[in-house]
């Protein structure tokens, strides 16, 4: 069996796994609808260097009990993997552990759900000690339900995709009790780490928390480099960055502290929500939220609900907000043709503005941060609701500061 094979991205070629997803659409799920799910999952995929060829769904009332799809389409599925030399099953669910045991034993593949997916791009991109307990203890949380029968299985695959990380080929994985033992451990320390981090918070001292929040991958990172200045991670993909960066930002003579927060995105799991709330502090302990929104993604609205029922989840979603509507460039492209006229065109742009500023009672702009667009206007808005809420708790700093007007001149350019 055939599992590498060459496929190119823009100028790069890579040679990694190939796999195909799989969906079960249940009633009041549109094909739309679950299209767009795929094609956050191929996207997932992608990032953690999976090709995917193929995509297959299944109307259902409910997933099947014991293998997730039904009987005829398990065989269809089998048929091509065999045929096209795949080596990953990705499923756009969370299993419980009997149905990826059974699906597995009929496809005799590696059966990757939406979870494990997730934690294994998790497990790539953490950089600090911090990360890397979060992420193996999140690992260790999700497999122990799963032990039963995995050991051998994962040590047939001597590594690879979903064993990342070290939560799949420690041999002290091996049993349930040194597991519980391990997990045990994690908690304990990122205690310690977190009592490092609040100590480090109370250090900060009166200064304005500004905390940017959004879906994975609408260009929090961009927009940290254009207000802070400075060289954050930046990447087209799903999670480039999951560490937390804060920069004392000053506007004139106003300091503020502004983090950049781990992007959020649909049906993340428990278990990463638990392990990365000390992470997630950063937006819980911050004065003002700025709720970064991709306009031009097609599902932009449903990304939008995920992150505000994750905040209410925080318990920090009744924080003063800010919503930036971010690649105004790129919707223009997918929204408008050439032949569209002048008129229309800025018609529709400003009927689209003003509903939003409707909805979210005037706290939104539309900016384009890799065409620097209407990005001195937004570091202005921020610099006002800064200031005010400064005048509001700290009035006795107040006497420091004066009136500014941001320039054009004070912005550098970004990517996206």
Known sequence: MNEKEKFKIGNQVFREELGVVVAVMQKNESEEQTNEYLDELEFLALTDGIKVIK??????????????????????????????????????????????????????????????????????????????????????????????????????????????????????????????????????????????????????????????????????STLMNLLAKE????ENKLFATLDTTVRKVTFNTIPFLLSDTVGFIRKLPTHLIESFKSTLDEAIEADILVHVVDISHSAFEDQMNVVNEILKDLKCDDKPQLVIFNKMDLYEEKQFDE???????????????????????????????????????LRQLLFEKVKKMYLERYPYKAGYWTDYTVMEEDWETGTE
């Open 55 to 220: 995509r297959f769904t299944q109307r259902l009332a409910h997933p099947d009990n014991a293998t997730y799809v039904g009987k005829g389409k398990l065989e269809e599925i089998k048929t091509y993997i065999e045929t096209h030399g795949v080596s990953i099953v990705l499923i756009d669910d969370e299993l419980p552990p009997s149905q990826q045991r059974n699906m597995e034993k009929e496809l005799q593949r590696k059966v990757l759900d939406r979870s494990m997916l997730i934690l294994d791009i998790f497990a790539q991109r953490a950089r600090t000690v911090q990360a890397k307990t979060q992420v193996e203890l999140a690992q260790l949380q999700y497999m122990l339900p799963r032990l039963k029968g995995m050991w051998t299985h994962l040590e047939r695959q001597r590594g690879g995709t979903g064993t990342r990380g070290g939560a799949g080929e420690k041999e002290i994985e091996t049993d349930r009790r040194i597991a519980e033992k391990k997990i045990s451990n994690l908690k304990e320390k990122l205690k310690e780490i977190d009592k490092q981090n609040n100590v480090r918070r109370k250090h900060r001292g009166d200064m304005i928390r500004v905390a940017l929040v959004g879906y994975t991958n609408v260009g929090k």
């Open 231 to 234: 060289n954050v991670f930046a």
């Open 339 to 377: 032949f569209l006229p002048a008129e229309v065109k800025t018609s529709l742009l400003t009927e689209l503005k003003e509903s939003w500023m409707a909805r979210t009672h005037d706290n939104c702009i539309f900016i384009s941060a890799a065409q620097n667009r209407n990005t001195a206007e």
